[in-house]
């Protein structure tokens, strides 16, 4: 199986968006969509929908924030929950490890780092704004 390609809801009903341009970049973000087209709790749900502005800390120049998810489900206690989901890896949410010589791959990880915590910072404040929660899930989650 690819590690990226399109997605096919089966509700597509529920689908916030159009249904017929769904892309995954993972198999994680694949594993979540199926959860969120078969799952009877999630009422909506969409797939990069969501457009969340940021300031990059590499040029200090805004860009835009696309997260990988836009739920709104009930939860036990019947109440509607609207949440903003991203999938990453659990290696991405921790500052990299220093090496003995700063190789490019350290230097890009650094990058990489940096931009996810303006991100997050960015989709935290949007959320709080609008009472929508912000989760960040690994494969911990997803596995």
């Known amino acids: 199986m690819s590690y990226s390609g399109r997605f096919k809801p089966k509700n597509y009903k529920k689908y916030k968006g159009d249904p017929t341009k769904i892309i995954y970049r993972s198999l994680w973000e694949r594993r979540f969509m199926v959860y969120c087209d078969t799952n009877t709790n999630i009422i909506e749900w969409g797939s990069e929908e969501v457009i969340i502005p940021y300031i990059s800390p590499l040029d200090k120049r805004p860009h835009r924030y696309f997260p990988d998810f836009y ?28 090496p003995k010589r700063q190789t490019k791959r350290y230097l890009n990880e650094i990058a990489t780092y940096a931009v996810n915590q303006a991100k997050f910072k960015a989709a935290e404040e949007y959320c709080k704004d609008r009472r929508l929660n912000f989760r960040i899930l690994t494969e911990d989650h997803l596995t």
Request: hydrophobic letters at 30%; charged letters at 45%.
């Open 71 to 98: 739920i709104k489900f009930v939860n036990d206690k019947g109440q509607s929950i609207r949440e903003i989901i991203e999938v990453k890896p659990k290696k991405q949410l921790k500052p990299p490890k220093e």
